[in-house]
């Protein structure tokens, strides 16, 4: 994972700003003959493009992936994966008054003491916003297709909105939901804070839960390239998480040994604690993890910074923006699980074996 | 990070199982002429050897740190300067009645599930035991010394311990206490929680603080780059850690962007909810992050658990082990910190002004 | 260097068959602010088009360059950049009846056995056909970018076609000559050799010189990131090169240590065997290779071969070919050479100095 | 392959200097179960040892390899190798005159321009030396005992000693020659020609060949991860190999079409000039190569240089030396080809079948 390449065997390189012509990704380390097709990659898309329902930002991107090499005939040829999704709806008349101006919770100040260029529109030279998970999310498509034949089932939902909770894990209702809610009961209460927050021109935060089923056991090569130092390092890469946890997370720090280890018997754990990981490699149990999502920063309120002339500034940040990240950042967790783990697992067939 | 080796341009790669004759690392990418010494590495390997107080598990070794290449008079060479440290005291004996059978909360069956080898003392083929963070400390040690100069000082210290927490941040206090508690209040009860569990024959979670102060703004490279990324999955690669957080964490999944959102005057951020990273680049503010420590998986209370042939046993566990892992981890992260900064630290060395 | 993708700072990944929609580059680990237009990059991919003159292949491509990412006003964001060219003028009509027979000399066989594909046309899934190379050259237009501030010029041309040698080293003559032969006096026994290779529905071999002036002392990281390893392999990476040289090369096999080595006196070294490198690091000189281009392999002479059924088959290949490869690698051979030279010096400039 | 680091799913990291205390390799990504024994890997050490005939160094090194990690019972863990072997006779005092001096041939001028550190004993730092290249021999011999299954044999012999040249390949000769030549005719003019060298005080080139027979067909990854990218790359990163070529080489410079494509039968290829690889990939055929081998830099004769402060120097080099390097680069040459091979192998086998 350095700058905008990762991956070992199954490698994937994202491009695009979100006020460029254009966003997308080149895939790398393709088995030849699996079936993709760009309906498929719509597919996964469609479920994080802008613009889909009255909870989530109202920027209209058509989103049509392009593929530009390595297919023929609906199967990939073993060469690299070009996808490319044109910008169509960058207004950044919206951002103009915003140019030169440090937005709080942004990533405008840090780019800058990198680049040295100026805030631009859309954030960290474009590239913070969350239209470059486009190329994730294609890429993500593709290695769901590697993994898919082992029974790999990749979900994630939104766990909470501020202070409103989901008990229930109902992947059917989460698939219907607007929100990505998971439980029917706290649907209507998530919507509700939503619709407080866009009301008070501010945000909120909340989680998204990643459930991995299916995956075989045996993945993650120790000791930087464990399962869940992947997962984990991938998690973070997503933009507004700033806490992750697998298993039983946080939680563990309260335990004893007693309480927190996951007993065996002859059918196999008996609780998973662990979270399907232990030593770094996939036991076979379910992959879980909870990713902690900020307030979008991009707040309708007044906030005090500062300009690139270091004087303070009072701004309010127009435009459109989502209120929750979590449903968008939802497919993007799933896309994120997909590449690590089917690069992981593609490991695994090169070492499985190999010795006679 | 695959496998055993990390970094883009510090590079290390580490060796060694617990119970087999040495354990070390491989540094490269290291400028020549660098100030090292065997006492600079070999302090910070004492800051984590085991059988330094009644706290940790009463394993002695003398973990004495032999460099074998990359150093001439005290200075790099460019070269890649090797470390090790033979293993002097692996009392394997104490595992024997546990050979071929799965301990919970180890990475036993997931090795045996990778590696199809049975379970070997010291756990995940002597890979997943603590012991092998020697030689991710001693490149640590190596990894300060190319940050030092720039002022950059990495600590972390045992923030809580059960549910005893540190209320206070007192870092003198936590370099000489031998649980490394930051708080001289709360040192008398973690001390008794650790006791308690000891004397239960049962191990405790913990948490972790890490804080680095001084690192210049603008290192991290997104989107996969990013500092966060990187850092939360060099922290998940420590085994035992089950929850990263970074900034406040978990706690903006309950905030609005009017309250997470760190505003700015002239004299910089008024806070730092954002743990001195945004948008995956350092901001120049302290980097602040909390981990999630597992009980100590090794007890002595009976476990339910299967053997190879999948029948049930029950095992009790016997062996030296910590009740309470962080005062172990603590300077284990750091060293991955470290390394990490260091890495993105020269990244950012050979891009900044390279465009005239 | 895996699969399509290279470079440890400065990396790329390129992307596109022959006869598909498009190819194209990814580029990432640029410096920000780096002036770069889509004239330069234009003006290296008409240096390798094809149509051309009458010694190379007549399709026609416009292979003019858009550019997706990465850029704002003519400089670099430090973001990835990406190129892209499509295709405009596939006649894969061409190929019609070759289809399903491994063509002699390219890469058909060794695709299929690879990738359990049929031999598609273009060779290699399109992978191996020259029309891969585009996304090489734009990327190395923009590593040029990056290494022109130092005084670096990176040349190459058609050191020999058959058996006529250039014997003068003439830059500016070869620059606006159709074969980019260095020597006037050999040019015209060039092209005549061409001449007779087309009209005798054959091809023929040659070498191409490649000259790297202004390279800074201090390239390259041993001992497998030595310069001229990393030069060599990007430059079999170049379809058709068989053999390749630094310095004296060949040469060196017959000499006497006191006749190869560089002596060295008050105005630096004496001679230049060594090509410019030396123990994997460049000297400041120049530097020097010699590759050996094996003639085109399609032919439109009667050839002996088997299909995918195995049986014999005598195939005769039509469509538009051009006669001596040399023209054509020339400007990727200097590509290559300024990616790899660009990302040595970008390593270069993270580690040198670094030690305080 | 970046500073002393390569590989993609077969990784080692070489560390130490000649005149150090140790050299060595690491490995990681190795298969668990694989049988090695120090035997096996000391067989290949003592092939490239000093001071086994008349014709090589007369240093004396027991280099008795020493593994630290990764087996147990003479099978590999599946973690890292971890292999040493430390220098006993490294007498510097040799080189005490020539210290602060540009040896011509050597390193030595290079890395003080990039270290900044004044030539040191061994040259370069001592990773010039080659004794360096005991960890990529006692690496290669793990590499080979992946390969050996599949009934890959890798061998390499001195093809070449000045102008004396084998004209057969017999291997069962090459192996128990001292000089390895493969023409038991050409052998006592060969060892003549090194006496000769050796009585003028002066050094001589030569040329080694490759010779790989049993490489499945498929293996590498185009386009920058072709085969012969990497092989070639490999052979460039060995200190003194000037020239590289694959297959018919430098001689398809001179050839028409119709003479070099390798036509193909019922019964497969009927030449092979390509060498074994087309479009960067194995056809199944003897992969072949050879190497340009400079001259021994190190010769007896009065030599014009320079020292650190940039005044004249006459120098004689004494100490001891291989008149000839060829004999100790074979096993060197057959190292990388083993690394690089057993790669390719375990990517091939990621990918191949994983699309069902």
Redesign the interface.
């Known amino acids: ?6 991956g ?2 199954l ?1 994937i ?5 979100s006020h ?5 990704v ?1 895939i ?8 993709i097709d760009e309906t498929l990659i719509q597919r996964d898309l469609d479920r994080r493009r802008p613009g889909t329902s009255p909870y989530v930002t109202q920027r209209k991107e058509a989103d049509t992936a ?7 005939d609906g ?8 996808v ?1 999704v044109h910008n169509t709806d960058a207004r950044s008349k919206d951002y103009g008054e915003l140019l030169g101006v ?1 937005r ?8 800058h ?5 100026p805030p ?1 529109p859309g ?6 916003s969350g239209r ?1 998970t486009v190329g994730r999310v294609a890429a993500g498509a593709v290695a769901r297709a ?1 993994l898919a ?1 082992l029974g790999v089932v990749i979900r994630a939902c939104t766990a ?1 909105v ?2 409103v909770r989901a008990a229930r894990l109902d992947w059917d209702f989460a698939a219907q939901d607007p929100l990505r809610c998971p439980d029917p009961d706290a649907a209507p209460a998530m919507a509700e804070r939503i619709a407080q ?1 866009r009301a ?1 021109g ?6 998204v839960r990643l459930v991995v089923s299916g995956a075989p ?10 399962l ?10 997503i ?1 507004g998480v ?25 059918n196999g754990f ?1 609780g998973n ?3 399907g ?8 149990q379910e992959i879980t993890m909870l990713l ?8 309708g ?1 007044p ?4 300009g690139l002339d ?3 500034r009072l701004i309010q940040i127009k435009g459109r923006h989502d209120p929750c990240l979590c449903p968008r950042i939802a497919p993007v967790a799933e896309a994120m699980a997909a590449l690590v783990l089917a690069d992981a697992y ?11």
Not at 13 to 17: K, N, S, V
Not at 28 to 35: E, H, S, T, Y
Not at 75 to 82: F, K, N, Q
């Open positions: 994972m350095f700058g905008s390449f990762m070992q065997i490698r390189a994202t491009f695009g700003e460029g012509p254009a966003v997308g080149v790398d380390g393709l088995p030849a003959g699996l079936a392009q593929i530009l090499s390595g297919l023929a199967r990939t040829l073993g060469t690299p994966l070009c490319v440090f709080p919770g942004h990533a405008d100040f840090a780019y003491a990198k680049y040295g260029a631009q954030g960290g030279a474009g590239r913070s470059e590697i034949p909470a501020g202070q927050a008070e501010d945000s909120v935060g909340g989680l056991a045996g993945l993650g090569d120790p000791v930087f390239g464990k869940d130092a992947r997962l984990g390092g991938a998690m973070f890469s933009g700033k806490g992750v946890e697998i298993g039983a997370g946080f939680a563990v720090a309260q335990r004893s040994g007693g309480q927190n280890n996951d007993a065996m018997d002859e008996r604690n662990a979270g990981v232990l030593g770094g490699i996939s036991t076979g902690a999502v900020k307030p979008t920063p991009s707040i309120r906030q005090q910074t500062i270091g004087q303070p593609l490991a695994q067939r090169a070492l499985a074996g190999a010795a006679r």
